[in-house]
C-alpha cells in the first residue's frame, strides 16, 4: 500500500552491509519520478530506483546495468524484486543521445566507401609531400581564402598544385597537373634521382603516416573540409608551417605563469569520456587581470600564446588510436562575463577563434555556455560568419536557472565542479572521503513532496556520506533508527531549512554501534523540481 512501509529481511551472508530505499510521503502523488543512478562504489551495493519511468536513463560508462523493479512508492536500492513465481529482470538502458552533433567513429573500416578513397588519396598526397620535404621548405603559405579570390582558371591551377613555384624551380619547369596526386607523383620521381629521403613530421605528437594514429589525424582535416582532399591537404600545409613559425614545439614547455589558472582549467570528464575544459570569463571582472592579459597589443599576443600552450598540453593527453577519445567537452562560463563594450577582450577572442578554427579541427565534441546572459547571443550572431556550419552544430546555450541541469546532461554530477552544482572538488585534501571515482546518486524531487532516502544497515560500521539539493530552498534531516524494540531513534541532523546561501554540500559521518537504519529526508516544500546528489562509502567496524 502507498502508505506502508516496507520491512527489510536479513540479507544472506555474502551480500553488502547495507540497502538504501528511497521512498516519498503518503501525501505525494502515486507515481514516482525514475531516474537512473550510479553505482555506490564497493562495497556498497548497486544503485536503483523502481518506479514509473518518464523517459530513458542515461547510460553511464564503465558502469554496469543498473536494476529496475517496480513498486508503488518505494524505491529499493541493492536489491531486484520480482514478482511471485517470476525470474528478476534487469533492463538495460539504450544510450540516448542528448547532442545535436554525433561524432563520427575513426575507424578506418566504419567510414563510407568515399571516405576511406578519400582518405588513401589525403595520404598519398601526404607521402609525397614528405618525400619532397615539402612541409618544412620555407616558402609562402597557400591560403585557401585568396584561392578562392582569384579567377577560376588560376584557382584551379594553383588548388592543384600541392607546392610551392619556389619549390618545383629547382632545375626547370615541371609540368601542372590537373591531378594534385599525379603530380606528386612525378615530384617524386624527380626528387628520388637526387636520393633525397623523406622528411619526418609529428603534429600533436604523432609522427604522419607511421602508425594508424596518424588516420586519425588526417580524418579531423579532412572532416573540417567535408573530405575534399585538396583543402585538406592545404589546411594541413598550413597549419604545419603555422606551427613552425609560432614555435609550438618550444612554446609547450615555455613558462607562461599561472595567472589564468582560475580563467581556463580542465576539470574531470563528460559521460561519453571526454575531458572537460572549463573557461570561465567572469575572472576577468578583476580589472587587474583584465587589464594585465588585454591592455595591449603585447599582452594579448601573450594571452594567446598561453591559450594555445593550454590547448596543446591538454590535446597531447589524448587517446589518437582509432576508437579513441579525441576531443575535449568544452563548457563556456559566462556569468559576470564582461560585456561586448571591452573591445580588448572582444578582439583576443576573434582572433583566438581564428587561429583555432584554422589549426586544430574537429578537437571539441560539444561547446556548452552556461550562465548565458541576454546580450551573449547578440554577440554570438556578429561572430556566427567566422565559425563553420559543423562548428555551429556543436553548440549549446543555457540561462543561468538551467544551467546546472544542462551540465547534467552531458556530465555526471561526480564529475561536475561544487560551484556548477555538482560535488566534485578541484583536486586537493579538503575532501579525502571522496574522490571523482565515487559515483554519485541522482534523485528527482517534484514539487510541495517529501524524499526519504533508507540506508539499512546490517552490521556494526562506520558509515559517511555527503548530499546536496542544487539551489537548496528545502529543510534537510538525517536520523538512526534502531532495529530493537524500545530503542531511541537518534537525531544526526535536525531538520532545517537549508538556503542557496548555505554550504552547498554537507557532509556527515556516523558510526554504527547497532542494527538500524539511517533516514536522510529532504522536504521541498516550492513549486519547482528539485535535484537530490549523494553518496556514502561504508567502513566496516573490527
Known sequence: MADETPTATPPPADYPPVTVIESESPSVAKNLESKQDPLPPAPIPEVTESTKQEEPPLELPQQSPIATAKSEDVLVVGSVQAKEGEEPKIRKSVPQSLISFKEESNVVADLSDSERKALLEFKQLVQEALNTHQFSSPKQEVQETKEKEKPAATTEQEEETPVSESETKPLHEPKIEENPVKEAEEIAKE?????????????????????????????????????????????????????????????????????????????????????????????FQNKELYQKTFLDEEKRTKFLRWRVQFLERSIRKLDFRPGGVCTIFQVNDLKNSPGPAKSELRLATKQALQLLQDNYPEFVAKQVFINAPWWYLAFYTLISPFLTQRTKSKFVFASPAKSADTLFKYISAEHVPIQYGGLSVDYCECNPEFTIADPVAEVTIKPGTKKTVEIIIYEKCTIVWELRVVGWEVSYGAEF??????????????????????????????????????LLTIDNPTAKKKRLLYRFKIEPSY
Not at 227 to 244: E, G, P, Q, S, Y
Not at 261 to 269: D, T
Not at 485 to 511: R, S, W
Request: hydrophobic content about 40%; glycine content about 6%; aromatic content about 10%.
Open 191 to 283: 626528387a628520388s634521382q637526387t636520393a633525397i629521403s623523406p622528411e619526418e613530421i609529428s603534429i600533436w605528437g604523432v609522427p604522419l603516416l607511421k602508425d594508424d594514429r596518424s588516420d586519425v589525424i588526417l580524418l579531423k582535416f579532412l572532416r573540417a573540409r567535408d573530405f575534399k582532399v585538396k583543402d585538406a591537404f592545404v589546411m594541413l600545409r598550413n597549419t604545419i608551417h603555422w606551427r613552425k613559425q609560432f614555435g609550438i614545439d618550444a612554446l609547450v614547455e615555455e613558462d607562461l605563469g599561472d595567472d589564468l589558472e582560475k580563467v581556463v582549467f580542465m576539470h574531470g570528464y563528460d559521460r561519453e569520456g571526454h575531458p572537460v575544459c572549463y573557461n570561465v570569463f567572469g575572472e
Open 481 to 518: 533508527v534502531p532495529n530493537s524494540q524500545g530503542a531511541y531513534t537518534l537525531i544526526i541532523q535536525k531538520a532545517t531549512k537549508m538556503n542557496p546561501t548555505d554550504e552547498p554540500v554537507l557532509h556527515h559521518c556516523f558510526k554504527v554501534s547497532e542494527l538500524g537504519k539511517i
